[in-house]
């Protein structure tokens, strides 16, 4: 019974313990975040894309198309 007693009171994982515990915490709060920032991060990407298309129409009609 004494190994069973010294095993339970043992600490030295319980340092561990607590990184994984927060390191799961911070990569779920990560996963949230960019659930959340995706959408408008793909619609200014959109945006940015189309004004390049048009950029790039005006630039090769010689200004014509502008």
Same mark, same amino acid.
């Given at each position: 019974?004494?190994? %069973? @007693?010294? %095993?339970?009171? *043992?600490? #030295? !994982? +319980?340092?561990?313990? *607590?990184? /994984? /515990?927060?390191? #799961? +915490?911070?990569?779920?709060?990560?996963?949230?975040? %960019? &659930?959340?920032?995706?959408? +408008? /991060? &793909?619609?200014?990407?959109? #945006?940015?894309?189309?004004?390049? !298309? #048009? +950029?790039?129409?005006?630039?090769? @009609?010689?200004? @014509?198309?502008?």
């Amino acid at each position: 019974m004494t190994k %069973f @007693s010294a %095993f339970l009171k *043992d600490e #030295a !994982g +319980a340092v561990t313990v *607590d990184w /994984v /515990v927060l390191t #799961a +915490a911070v990569v779920g709060l990560g996963l949230l975040i %960019f &659930s959340w920032v995706r959408p +408008a /991060v &793909s619609n200014l990407a959109e #945006a940015i894309n189309l004004e390049l !298309g #048009a +950029a790039q129409t005006c630039m090769t @009609s010689n200004g @014509s198309n502008c």
